[in-house]
């Protein structure tokens, strides 16, 4: 649990973080909350709904990410707490589990989504999942519900060199045209997941601006979040 600036824009949230993942993307940077979850500490939800409450007038919402949030058995359940406390609720998914998503939208918990978009939807995706045999139905079951959606919602895609370049950014951006929010992501390789994957050199400016030239073809809005080199 950590307050944060930058993981809802425009807001001052409080960021929960669920271990355990459907997914072992070579380039995680959460990944020993997934593999080695046993290395950190549970917090009892009292101190959370304590904290809340204590920052109830500076705090704008709950983010819930991890891991993979919807894999989580009791995320209803927490939700429902979280909201209890007159919290707005943001979640990071990957968007395998595309019926819990439109459960969370029509029982109206949550307030945004935040969902990445690892790869084009064919073969590419299972080596930015790290998952053979992956049903890209699911995801792109998760994509077209959520443009249906209107604007509380955004898309994410991490600009991973050896995964994205200009021709997966042409292809993901055929998928989502007409998306409210396509956010492209800085790569950090520091604390990637696989080794070969934390020598790789993040994109420059150029590189990245010539992304955005792609990618606003489909999306409009569609934005930088990272560092500019």
Known sequence: METSFLDW??????VLFLPGCNFRCPFCQN??????????????????????RKQKD????????????????????LI??????????????????PQLLKELYEE???DYVAMD???PLDERYEIASGIKGLDLKRIRSSIEFLLSKGGDYEFRTTLVPSIIGSEEIEDIGEVIEG???????????????????RHLKPY??????????????????????????
């Open 9 to 14: 824009d425009g807001k001052v949230s409080c």
């Open 31 to 52: 990944w020993q909350i997934v593999e080695e979850p046993e290395k950190f500490d549970d917090i009892d939800w009292e101190i959370v709904e304590g904290y809340l």
């Open 58 to 77: 500076w705090i704008d919402g709950v983010v819930i990410t991890g891991g993979e949030p919807t894999i989580y058995p009791h995320l209803i359940y």
């Open 80 to 97: 429902e707490r979280i909201r209890k406390l007159g919290q707005m609720v943001k979640i990071d998914t990957n968007g395998y589990n």
């Open 108 to 110: 109206g918990l949550v």
């Open 117 to 119: 978009i690892k790869a």
């Open 179 to 197: 998306a409210s929010r396509w956010v492209l992501q800085d790569y950090q390789p520091e604390a990637a997941k696989e080794e070969a994957f």
């Open 204 to 229: 420059g400016r150029e590189e990245v601006e010539r992304f955005l030239l792609i990618a606003r073809k489909y999306v409009k809005t569609a934005s930088y979040r990272g560092k500019w080199r």
